[in-house]
């Protein structure tokens, strides 16, 4: 079989910026640079070998079916996740992904005896990531409690490479927040996006992407966490999403752990609790729609699904909308796909009685686009179960 090649470049230091980077090598024997880029106070933090690129590479490798050979360090732990990693991603997309071989110079699990326990969480300063950082660092996961010591803040994701005055406001509320909690924002650069070039597997890499972040940073930290993006009733796992319970944790070492956390709670519970947290009223991002990436800008979907969820949690507009939405906005950015977003902010609703016409609206949505009676009624979890949402609506359309 044909063979990709990943070369480690020397890290460089310029500007109170650290870059690290590999040379990704295709059989074509194009040459392309995957970089990340942290402030050098920060340094300490990071991997000498070649863990994250490695995960960053592997849908690559896997889409263009050719084995992947790293001329450095990789510890043989994630080699063996990641031959899982691409049997469960093989299954999903046969027609896109088939699994390959990975080899490396070395093969070497790190030495981490004299290192403490500490965990960082990515954070774009979300409600997922905000969910994730409150419950750590306020004591309330029971047994699932990690030692949360900071958050990751990556550019190149939702706020392009290009748009770094807005990235640097967002960074701006995002610190603001979790300091708030105690917690420390490592801000991050890279062009994995880029990279990728006209690839269209985002959907599908952007778990391994924000992997490979928290794990270059494994100097200082032995497990990172993903905040859930769908709680776990609600995920179609044939279908594939990049960050998922199943193929997070796989990307795990034996000396760094990956945690895909918070898949037990909806998005209305997970507001619930952010809601008690007064500096996330004021600085909590969802739009990734809107012109200006470091705000919200009020009427794109992310922006109406979080407003109606205060409205249903009885809450006021928080300060990080500067705008409420109109009926004309709800019924605009309602669309099928999108139920599995709706149906439980509709259930939400009918539990707390409202009838408010944009209530209405979304219970002739759910009813008009729900699931198929062939699909089996829960009774544990009525508030994020599509099925129950669905009989909720119905019932309350008789009444």
């Known amino acids: 079989m044909t063979k990709t090649h990943l070369w480690p470049e020397s890290t460089v230091e310029t500007d109170g910026i650290t870059t ?21 106070e920060h340094s300490s933090l990071l991997t000498p070998n070649c ?8 849908f690559l490798a896997m889409s263009q079916k050719t084995d992947l050979v790293i001329h450095g360090e990789v510890s043989p732990s994630l080699l063996r996740n990641l ?11 046969p027609n896109r992904y088939r699994p390959v071989a990975m080899t490396a110079e070395v093969e070497r699990e790190p030495l981490i005896t004299d290192r403490p326990q500490k965990a960082i969480s990515a954070f774009s300063g979300g ?9 750590h660092s306020q ?15 990556v550019q190149g994701f939702d706020i392009p490479l290009s748009e770094s005055e807005a990235f640097e406001r967002a960074a701006q509320k995002s610190k603001l927040m979790l300091n708030s909690l105690g917690l420390e924002l490592i801000t991050m650069k890279t062009n994995f996006r880029e990279f990728l070039g006209k690839s269209k597997i985002w959907e ?3 778990g391994a992407a924000v992997a490979s972040g928290l794990m270059l940073l494994q100097g200082g930290y032995s497990i990172g966490l993903i905040p859930s993006s769908d709680p776990y009733n609600a995920i179609d796992i044939s279908w594939g999403w990049g960050s998922n319970p199943l193929t997070d944790p796989l990307l795990s070492s034996d000396s760094f752990n990956i945690f895909h956390d918070g898949g037990a709670f909806s998005r209305p519970a997970k507001l619930e609790l952010v809601a008690q947290w007064p500096e996330a009223l004021e600085n909590l991002r969802v739009c990734w729609e809107g012109k200006q990436k470091d705000r919200n800008c009020g009427y794109c979907e992310k922006c109406v ?47 707390a009685s409202l ?31 599509l099925r129950c949402a669905r009989m909720n609506s119905l019932a309350g359309s008789s009444r």
């Not at 863990?51 to 592997?58: E, G, K, L, Q």
């Open 51 to 58: 863990d994250p690129f490695v995960a960053a590479v592997i």
């Open 305 to 351: 699904q979080a407003i109606l969820t205060f409205r249903v949690l009885g809450l006021d507009l928080p300060p990080c909308f500067d705008n409420d939405v109109t009926n004309e906005e709800i019924s605009r950015v309602l669309k099928k796909d999108l139920l599995i977003e709706y149906a439980p902010i509709l259930a939400f609703a009918q539990a």
């Open 127 to 135: 409600l997922d990531s905000c969910f994730t950082a409150f419950r």
């Open 204 to 206: 599908d890499v952007h």
């Open 355 to 385: 009838s408010d016409s944009w209530v209405t609206i979304l219970r002739e949505f759910v009813i008009a686009n729900a699931v198929t009676e062939e699909q089996p009624l829960c009774a544990t979890h009525p508030y994020t179960c």
């Open 20 to 40: 690290v980077s590999v040379t990704i090598e295709t059989p074509d024997n194009n040459k392309n640079i995957l970089c990340y880029q942290i402030p050098a």
């Open 83 to 93: 031959e899982e990693f691409q049997a469960v991603w093989s299954c999903w997309r």
């Open 139 to 153: 004591g309330k996961c029971g047994r699932s409690q990690r030692p949360l010591q900071a958050g990751l803040m």
